[in-house]
């Protein structure tokens, strides 16, 4: 019977001794398994940075021959992405539905070649500023405009793009030309090449881009009409948000990246806008 003691003894202290070993090592497994699956965790909690953008703007904001998007926005959106650690995944979105789907949160952000006015500051908020534009047009040859202060005359059509700057602009100063409003840019060209409009009212480098498509019937007036500036919008109350946009720009500005942004996407502007006179846009 001792010697049965014995054995039942050493046999509990040995599976008393492989329980308190277990034990042990869970204790000291258990913060790493749970370091594990907080990355994990983490990893997977980066949410997206939704980008809105209009898509039919070339080189701002278009659709590339591999069907995906592309374009000066673009490459800005993706770099900002990086900046903040975030993916990015952008919206095609018309732009008179920009800032409906910001207020909604449908998306995070507005990267969509967009001038930053008292009249949208009323709903959204904007970063700093990262490019500078003028307002030009884009006049039909036979419509005989030798500036922009040709534009309001009884008897003129001027067609501008719905929700642009443009639009409010001419609004505010043609009391006597007749104004037609149009949602494509192509359209509004079309109106002057067909000598239905008299002058298309846009930006610069559109202006300029599509008087080099249409030369036999357009004249191009780029002596600005108004100065812009463009900027990123957002919702007034993602001030975080808004701190890290502005401090990505700056550094993306001083890194050199809006001057490479110009040379991969607007060289031949540069060139043409230098060698007349006018300030390039970043």
């Avoid at 003894?9 to 329980?19: H, S």
Wanted: charged share 25%.
């Amino acid at each position: 019977m001792a010697r049965r003691s014995e054995i039942r003894l050493k046999t509990e202290g040995r599976m008393r001794i492989a329980r308190i070993t277990a034990i042990l090592l869970v204790a000291l497994l258990l913060p790493l398994w749970l370091i594990g699956c907080g990355r994990q965790q983490n990893a997977s909690a980066v949410k997206p940075l939704v980008v809105g953008m209009d898509l039919s703007y070339p080189p701002f904001e278009t659709i590339g021959a591999d069907g995906r998007p592309s374009g000066v926005s673009v490459d800005l959106a993706i770099a900002l992405g990086e900046s903040l650690h975030r993916p990015v995944r952008i919206e095609n979105i018309p732009f008179t539905g920009l800032i409906p789907s910001l207020l909604t949160g449908k998306i995070d952000l507005i990267v969509s070649s967009m001038t930053d006015t008292p009249e949208r500051r009323k709903s959204i908020a904007f970063s700093d500023p990262y490019l500078s534009i003028g307002l030009a047009a884009l006049a039909g040859k036979r419509a005989a405009l030798a500036s922009s202060s040709d534009l309001d005359h009884p008897g003129r059509t001027i067609a501008v793009r719905q929700g642009t700057t443009a639009q409010a602009w001419a609004s505010d100063h043609l009391k006597q030309a007749k104004l037609l409003v149009l949602d494509k840019e192509s359209s509004a060209v079309l109106e002057v090449i067909q000598g239905k409009a008299d002058a298309f009212l846009y930006d610069q480098m559109s202006v300029w881009k599509n008087q080099k498509e249409h030369p036999a019937e357009t004249v191009a007036l780029l002596a600005p009409i108004q100065t812009e500036h463009w900027a990123i919008g957002l919702r007034p109350s993602d001030t975080a948000l808004r701190d890290g946009v502005n401090a990505f720009l700056k550094s993306f500005r001083d890194s050199g990246g809006f001057d490479r942004l110009g040379d991969k996407h607007l060289k031949e502007q540069k060139e043409a806008f230098a060698a007349a006179g006018i300030p390039f846009y970043f």
